[in-house]
């Protein structure tokens, strides 16, 4: 049973940071590529953040430079830690996992609450 569980949401002030974890199992953590995604209320889900097996990384432009993706295949754990936060990045954060033969794969998501 695959289960990707997100914890480290939470309310912070503008200019604060947080750090997100996913702790995975059910799946080969150390193969698949990992992301986060958020999505606000009203929007679509965005991509916030990726890293490859091997540990390319990949952002958009929105929080380039604040937030930062790492993985630890030893934990089977995928983090994100955020620095600078913004109002605008109050959203349900949620993390997945994708891998071409089996499809993304999603957890429940956390809530992040950025104050001005």
């Known amino acids: 049973q695959v289960q990707l569980v997100e914890s480290g949401g939470g309310l912070v002030q503008a200019g604060g940071s947080l750090r997100l974890s996913c702790a995975a199992s059910?799946?080969?953590?150390?193969?698949?590529?990992m992301g986060w995604y958020r999505q606000a209320p009203g929007k679509q889900r965005e991509l916030v953040a990726t890293i490859t097996s091997g540990g390319i990384t990949n952002y958009p432009d929105s929080v380039k430079g604040r937030f930062t993706i790492s993985r630890n295949n030893a934990k089977n754990t995928v983090y994100l830690q955020m620095n600078s936060l913004k109002p605008e990045d109050t959203a349900v954060y949620y993390c997945?996992?994708?891998?071409?033969?089996?499809?993304?794969?999603w957890g429940q998501g956390t809530q992040v609450t950025v104050s001005s």
């Open positions: 997945s996992s994708f891998r071409l033969v089996v499809g993304r794969r």
């Open positions: 059910g799946i080969t953590f150390s193969i698949d590529e």
